[in-house]
């Protein structure tokens, strides 16, 4: 059973899980289809200034959400899974937000958005925190592309799309994991430093040009990608900004071309209910 409740003058949110298994699994074929936190007992969120009215179990609750540039988008009738998996995924987004020094968007000042990065999101990682953290951004950009809210260009403007924000997350968290809270605090000196922001080179949004991708000769392509983890990430991208949610990943392949030299990443997918599908993109090599 799931519980949520508004705790103390602060406003902060309290997201209690009671299980009889003791591993917590959040699972969503085909968009988050991983472990965001085993054992997690607890999800602290921010405080916010606006709520939606939510019902869990047939109990009207507060539900917070969060400032504008953010994932929390709650469902009129929200099933209790989904509900979970909305508040853990505004912690991810918080966190991204802090490490981006967007933490304006998530209605924290600087120094409460550090302690709140290394406090509620540090400190409740479990496992390898430095996979868990890519992991949890991959499904952050999945489900911002798939909630659909502006282009796909404009969507990469949300901090978990940033690089400076991948880079400033990394080297925060290594100094976390090594050095604790000294380390931590010595480096976000260092990240933060008088003048980071206007010390920070613009990232042009990635393109995907092309025809409709359903076969070679009208294959879809990625533009713009700073290296191939990049490129690789972005094909998802598009297949859930133009799909939404109504499909599931069947197969991926990459495949030589009709043409000599010529190579396509090949997405084979079935689109809901029953719509199977093959989508293209020409590699770079």
Not at 168 to 184: I, K, R, S, Y
Not at 193 to 218: F, K, L, M, N, Y
Request: charged share 25%; aromatic share 8%.
């Amino acid at each position: 059973m799931l519980y949520c409740g508004e705790r103390g003058r602060n406003r902060t949110y309290n997201l209690v899980i009671k299980s009889r298994a003791k591993p917590l699994l959040l699972s969503r074929p085909g968009l988050l289809n991983t472990v965001i936190f085993k054992s997690l007992r607890s999800c602290e969120l921010p405080p916010v200034a606006r709520h939606h009215e939510a019902f869990l179990d047939g109990v009207p609750t507060k539900v917070p959400t969060v400032g504008e540039g953010s994932y929390h988008r709650l469902m009129a009738d929200p099933s209790a899974e989904q509900l979970l998996i909305d508040l853990v995924m505004n912690k991810h987004v918080t966190a991204w937000n802090i490490a981006d020094g967007e933490w304006g968007r998530s209605r924290l000042d600087e120094q409460r958005g550090r302690e709140w990065l290394r406090l509620k999101y540090f400190g409740n990682l479990h496992g390898d925190p430095l996979e868990a953290v890519k992991v949890a951004r991959g499904g952050l950009q999945q489900s911002l592309m798939a909630s659909r809210s502006g282009t796909f260009e404009e969507t990469q403007q949300q901090s978990p799309f940033s690089r400076a924000a991948q880079r400033n997350m990394d080297t925060l968290l290594h100094a976390w994991v090594n050095e604790g809270e000294t380390g931590f605090a010595r480096v976000r000196a260092e990240v933060f430093a008088p003048g980071w922001e206007t010390a920070r080179s613009a990232e042009d949004p990635i393109r995907v040009v092309g025809d409709t991708g359903d076969c070679e000769e009208r294959a879809l392509e990625v533009r713009g990608a700073p290296d191939s983890e990049t490129r690789v990430a972005a094909e998802w991208w598009y297949l859930y900004h133009t799909l939404g949610r109504s499909w599931k990943p069947e197969m991926h392949s990459t495949r030589s071309g009709k043409e000599e030299g010529v190579h396509f990443s090949v997405h084979d997918i079935l689109v809901l209910p029953d719509s199977h599908r093959s989508v293209f993109f020409r590699l770079p090599w």
